[in-house]
Structure formats: structure tokens, C-alpha cells
Nanobody
Framework: QVKLVESGGGLVQAGGSLRLSCAAS????????MGWFRQAPGKERECVAT????????YYTDSVKGRFTISRDNSKNALYLQMSSLKPEDTAVYYC????????????????????WGQGTQVTVSS
């Protein structure tokens, strides 16, 4: 079972940038769509962005469009989330996850369609 490990979170001022990374433990990484999700205290986990297995199609939730960019490097078994113009409301624990093989429709944004969740990385944006 693939293991996912997120990194790159931290404390940043509003308007700043961060780049999150997600490292996958094996080559099956390239066979599935991947996603970034976040969960703020007291809120449900929500989809931030997803990317298909080739990187040729992406989805973004409306609140991050134009500010965040999801990408992947299948040769490195890595997923990225470039975050710019960060806002205090972006504060959350960010998780990467791998889409389960039984789901194929696109776009994909439902956290229930994803598994192999990483441990998460905290992003805190100060005002």
C-alpha cells in the first residue's frame, strides 16, 4: 500500500507563498489521480485541488483558483501544491491523497473517493 508523506507547511504572512510537497513510497503513484485536501479546526475536510494521473487535467476549488497550482512529477513519485497570495482563511492542515481505483469520472473533488491519506502538514497564514 502506497505511503504518502507531506512536507513544506509552515507559518507565513498573508500575501506570502508556500510550496507543499507529497512524496509517495512507490511507483504506483503514477497510476492514479492525486489530490490536495485541507481541514481547518471545526470544519470538514475539503478538496483544494486534484490532478489526473498524467498531469494533463486539474481541478481547483473556487476559493483557490488563480492562487494555487497543483502539479506532479511521476518520475519522482511526487505531488506539489504551489500556494501564492495566501490568506488567513487558507489556514488548515493540508493532506495529500491518492484516488481510489474504483472511481474514474472527472473532475474529481469528493474526499470520499480518495485514500492512502498522509499525516498532513500545517499551514498557518497570519494577518
Amino acid at each position: 500500500q502506497v505511503k504518502l508523506v507531506e512536507s513544506g507547511g509552515g507559518l507565513v504572512q498573508a500575501g506570502g507563498s508556500l510550496r507543499l510537497s507529497c512524496a509517495a513510497s512507490d511507483r504506483t503513484f503514477s497510476s492514479a489521480a492525486m489530490g490536495w485536501f485541507r481541514q481547518a479546526p471545526g470544519k470538514e475536510r475539503e478538496c483544494v485541488a486534484t490532478i489526473n494521473r498524467t498531469g494533463g487535467a486539474t481541478y481547483y476549488t473556487d476559493s483557490v483558483k488563480g492562487r494555487f497550482t497543483i502539479s506532479r512529477d511521476n518520475s519522482k513519485n511526487a505531488l506539489y501544491l504551489q500556494m501564492s497570495s495566501l490568506k488567513p482563511e487558507d489556514t488548515a492542515v493540508y493532506y495529500c491523497a491518492r484516488r481510489l481505483p474504483s472511481y474514474t469520472r472527472w473532475p474529481s473533488s469528493d474526499p470520499k473517493e480518495y485514500g492512502n491519506w498522509g499525516q498532513g502538514t500545517q499551514v498557518t497564514v497570519s494577518s
